[in-house]
Each structure stands twice: as structure tokens, then as C-alpha cells.
């Protein structure tokens, strides 16, 4: 193993939250492997996030927090995934989930949640069997959840689920069922350590079981309800789900990049087997290389462009439906963009790509985990579609 250290403690005025992560990706590609292998990040790669400030990138200035513009976080994302992708996966989440959540709860008890540089936040998708009995002051929460992405180096901890009166029925406000987001700390859920799986290993994405756990009006924030909103700014007005769409689809292209260009080196230094002129040379080679990059790059800046438009919008108090579904559709297109080069990459680089010294393999299986997350499903392309022909949209997940 080489000699990089840890990143040290940078000037964040100074550096932009993209050059920080870039200043990240060699210690990331020393210590891929080994997350790989502990399913988990590295203390150095822990250390080194809080160093540069990367689990405060959304959350409010006035917690201390950076709330970037959502392009600069997509870039920094982008380039921590080009290195490892558990870790941009795990930055992302956590990221998100902080700063959508401390923008709902009273700034007091944000401040004392979220304030510090190495908190983070991880919880598990929302489902159908939870129970959270509203109670005096508070809410009794009981369930399980699973793909608690980077729980295992977060302070806290987090979960989604509808409310109950005591007798069972459905709690309502603001003239719903109530739904929220239930945080606590880490130390007070059953944590099961069953994340064996294809790709995105690093991330530790743990089953979590709490029972009848008290969680205080403070810190159950309805973070999408506007009635609840204590921030104001571009980047909560967007809101959860597109910011964590905005920043999974960051994740794949970063890593469909990285793998494009081992395959470009591959190729420019192999000759195949089944041929006397080496991989360069070859025009069918030379053409799928342009295409790939081509459609990366159109990937890529289609995000790009809807995410500034998106926080432009969001900026002056314009954005609207149709901006949003825009920005569903280019991080949905995006995902399986990204998925089609990584697959092109590595069937490109032959038996080389199986190989665990090579630089496919890993990022092969991370790009087919991150294929299968729910923000890349063909249902969301549905949804657009309809939109586009005014056909009626009964769930618009955006």
C-alpha cells in the first residue's frame, strides 16, 4: 500500500466543495479495496470527510452549514464517485437527509443535531408496517428498516412513517394523514449487520430495529410539509426526493466516467486476442469510445442544465411542475445512462475486467448496485410521459 495520507483540514472559503472532494480521490483510491472488503468506509476516509466538510455541503448557513448551490454539490458528488462510489453514495445520503431534516425541525434543536462537522444522518426507506403513536409531546415510534446507507459512521439515525392515534386510526394535519421523519440516535436502535451484497458494500447499509422508542415533537420533522419549512432557500424548496435524485444520478455518472476512461487506457496500451492490431487501431473500438463519451457527456449536461434551471427557479420563486419534471427526467435518463456505459466499459476490457487488480471490477458491481436504486426506475420515465401528454398523474414521486 502507497504513502497517501489522510486529506488534511483545507480552507473551505477558499476551495470550492469540488476541488475539496477532488482533493479526496487519492486517498480514495488507495482505500477502495479495503471498504470494499469491511463493508464499510475506512477511519481515514471517515476522518477525512469530516476534515473537508463534506457532510455539512446542504445543510442551512444558520447551522453552520454550507448550503451549496445543488450544482456545486452534483459536481462534488460526481467527483467522490470517480474514486469510490460507496463513499459518494454515503456522502449524498447522508447529506440530504441532514439538511432536509434540520430545515423542518425548530432551529434549536437543528442546531444541536446537526451543528457539528461528524454527525451525518442514515435511514432506510419508508414502508407500510411502521407504527408512530402520537403522544403527549411527541410520538412513540416501533418498526424495522433496512439500507441505512453510511449508518455505521452516523451519529444519528433516522426513520419515515405514517402517524397513529392511539386507538389506531390514521392521524391527520394540515388536512392529510400525517407522515414524518423520525430522528434519534444511533445508540438507541437494534442494529443488524446484514448488508451482504453485489456492489456498494462500502456503504453498510444496515438493518435497524427501534421499539416503542419516544422521539420528541423537536425532532420528527414533516421536512416537505411547507407548513413545517423553517429555511426558505433554493435548495429546500426543491425538496428530498429530487435532491437525492439529483445526487444518486451524480453518483453513476461519476463512476460510468471512471470506468470509460480504464477502459480508454485499457485500450490504448492492449492488443486483443482476436486480432494482430492493438485495441487503438481498431475502428470498431475507436467508434464505441466516441459513442460512449457522447452519451455520458449528453447525460451528464442534461442534469446539469436541469439542476440550475431547477435552483434558479426554486431562487426566484418560479418553479413550478413543470421544472420539476424536467429534473425527474434527467436524473432518471441519467441513472441508466450512466448504468449502459459502465456495462459497455466492462464487456469492452475482455478478461481483464475480472481481474481484482484491475480497475473494473469493483466499480462494475458499484455501478450495477446503484442501477438497481429506486431513483433509476423506468416508472419515473412513465410519469414524465404522462405529464408531456396531460394524461392524469395519480402519484407524481417528484
Same mark, same amino acid.
Given at each position: 500500500?502507497?504513502?497517501?495520507?489522510?486529506?488534511?483540514?483545507?480552507?473551505?472559503?477558499?476551495?470550492?466543495?469540488?476541488?475539496?472532494?477532488?482533493?479526496?480521490? &487519492?486517498?480514495?483510491?488507495?482505500?477502495?479495496?479495503?471498504?470494499?472488503?469491511?463493508?464499510?468506509? =475506512?477511519?481515514?476516509?471517515?476522518?477525512?470527510?469530516?476534515?473537508?466538510?463534506?457532510?455539512?455541503?446542504?445543510?442551512?448557513?444558520?447551522?453552520?452549514?454550507?448550503?451549496? &448551490?445543488?450544482?456545486?454539490?452534483?459536481?462534488?458528488?460526481?467527483?467522490?464517485?470517480?474514486?469510490?462510489?460507496?463513499?459518494?453514495?454515503?456522502? +449524498?445520503?447522508?447529506?440530504?437527509?441532514?439538511?432536509?431534516?434540520?430545515?423542518?425541525?425548530?432551529?434549536?434543536?437543528?442546531?444541536?443535531?446537526?451543528?457539528?462537522?461528524?454527525?451525518?444522518?442514515?435511514?432506510?426507506?419508508? %414502508?407500510?408496517?411502521?407504527?408512530?403513536?402520537?403522544?403527549?409531546?411527541?410520538?412513540?415510534?416501533?418498526?424495522?428498516?433496512?439500507?441505512? !446507507?453510511?449508518?455505521?459512521?452516523?451519529?444519528?439515525?433516522?426513520?419515515?412513517?405514517?402517524?397513529? +392515534?392511539?386507538?389506531?386510526?390514521?392521524?391527520?394535519?394540515?388536512?392529510? &394523514?400525517?407522515?414524518?421523519?423520525?430522528?434519534?440516535?444511533?445508540?438507541?436502535?437494534?442494529?443488524?449487520? #446484514?448488508?451482504?451484497?453485489?456492489?456498494?458494500?462500502?456503504?453498510? !447499509?444496515?438493518?435497524?430495529?427501534?421499539?416503542?422508542?419516544?422521539?420528541?415533537?423537536?425532532?420528527?420533522?414533516?421536512?416537505?410539509?411547507?407548513?413545517?419549512?423553517?429555511?426558505?432557500?433554493?435548495?429546500?424548496?426543491?425538496?428530498? $426526493?429530487?435532491?437525492?435524485? *439529483?445526487?444518486?444520478? *451524480?453518483?453513476?455518472?461519476?463512476?460510468?466516467?471512471?470506468?470509460?476512461?480504464?477502459?480508454?487506457?485499457?485500450?490504448?496500451?492492449?492488443?486483443?486476442?482476436?486480432?494482430?492490431? *492493438?485495441?487503438?487501431?481498431? +475502428?470498431?473500438?475507436?467508434?464505441?469510445?466516441?459513442?460512449?463519451?457522447?452519451?455520458?457527456?449528453?447525460?451528464?449536461?442534461?442534469? %446539469?442544465?436541469?439542476?440550475?434551471?431547477?435552483? #434558479?427557479?426554486? !431562487? =426566484?420563486?418560479?418553479?413550478?411542475?413543470?421544472?420539476?419534471?424536467?429534473?425527474?427526467?434527467? =436524473?432518471?435518463?441519467?441513472? +441508466?445512462?450512466?448504468?449502459?456505459?459502465?456495462?459497455?466499459?466492462?464487456?469492452?476490457?475482455? $478478461?481483464?475486467?475480472?481481474?481484482?487488480?484491475?480497475?473494473?471490477?469493483?466499480?462494475?458491481?458499484?455501478?450495477?448496485?446503484?442501477?438497481?436504486?429506486?431513483?433509476?426506475?423506468?416508472? %419515473?420515465?412513465?410519469?414524465?410521459?404522462? %405529464?408531456?401528454?396531460?394524461?392524469?398523474?395519480?402519484?407524481?414521486?417528484?
Amino acid at each position: 500500500m502507497d504513502s497517501v495520507q489522510s486529506a488534511p483540514i483545507l480552507n473551505a472559503p477558499t476551495l470550492s466543495a469540488p476541488e475539496r472532494a477532488r482533493a479526496l480521490q &487519492p486517498l480514495l483510491d488507495r482505500d477502495g479495496p479495503e471498504i470494499d472488503r469491511r463493508r464499510e468506509l =475506512t477511519p481515514d476516509v471517515v476522518e477525512a470527510l469530516i476534515a473537508q466538510d463534506m457532510l455539512r455541503l446542504l445543510l442551512p448557513r444558520s447551522l453552520g452549514g454550507q448550503e451549496l &448551490p445543488l450544482i456545486d454539490f452534483c459536481e462534488a458528488v460526481e467527483a467522490i464517485a470517480w474514486a469510490d462510489a460507496s463513499t459518494a453514495w454515503f456522502v +449524498n445520503q447522508s447529506n440530504v437527509s441532514s439538511a432536509t431534516s434540520a430545515a423542518a425541525m425548530p432551529h434549536e434543536a437543528a442546531l444541536a443535531t446537526f451543528g457539528s462537522p461528524g454527525v451525518g444522518l442514515a435511514w432506510g426507506a419508508r %414502508h407500510g408496517a411502521s407504527r408512530a403513536i402520537r403522544v403527549e409531546g411527541g410520538y412513540r415510534l416501533t418498526g424495522t428498516w433496512s439500507f441505512a !446507507s453510511g449508518g455505521r459512521h452516523s451519529t444519528w439515525m433516522g426513520a419515515h412513517s405514517a402517524v397513529q +392515534n392511539p386507538d389506531g386510526t390514521p392521524h391527520l394535519r394540515y388536512g392529510r &394523514p400525517d407522515d414524518r421523519s423520525f430522528v434519534f440516535r444511533r445508540s438507541e436502535a437494534r442494529i443488524v449487520d #446484514d448488508w451482504f451484497v453485489l456492489g456498494l458494500r462500502g456503504t453498510g !447499509s444496515d438493518t435497524y430495529t427501534v421499539e416503542n422508542l419516544f422521539v420528541p415533537d423537536a425532532m420528527a420533522p414533516a421536512r416537505d410539509a411547507l407548513q413545517e419549512r423553517r429555511e426558505t432557500g433554493p435548495i429546500y424548496t426543491i425538496g428530498s $426526493t429530487l435532491l437525492y435524485a *439529483s445526487g444518486f444520478c *451524480s453518483v453513476t455518472i461519476g463512476l460510468a466516467r471512471r470506468l470509460l476512461e480504464a477502459y480508454v487506457d485499457l485500450a490504448r496500451g492492449k492488443h486483443s486476442r482476436a486480432s494482430i492490431n *492493438s485495441m487503438a487501431s481498431n +475502428n470498431a473500438i475507436q467508434r464505441e469510445i466516441a459513442l460512449l463519451d457522447a452519451r455520458l457527456s449528453a447525460a451528464r449536461a442534461f442534469l %446539469h442544465a436541469e439542476v440550475r434551471a431547477n435552483y #434558479d427557479a426554486a !431562487s =426566484t420563486g418560479t418553479l413550478d411542475i413543470d421544472r420539476r419534471m424536467r429534473l425527474r427526467l434527467a =436524473t432518471t435518463h441519467g441513472m +441508466n445512462e450512466a448504468s449502459d456505459v459502465a456495462i459497455a466499459a466492462y464487456r469492452a476490457a475482455g $478478461t481483464t475486467a475480472i481481474l481484482d487488480s484491475a480497475p473494473f471490477e469493483r466499480r462494475f458491481r458499484d455501478a450495477m448496485s446503484a442501477s438497481q436504486h429506486l431513483q433509476g426506475m423506468m416508472g %419515473h420515465v412513465e410519469m414524465v410521459g404522462r %405529464h408531456i401528454l396531460g394524461v392524469e398523474n395519480k402519484l407524481q414521486n417528484i
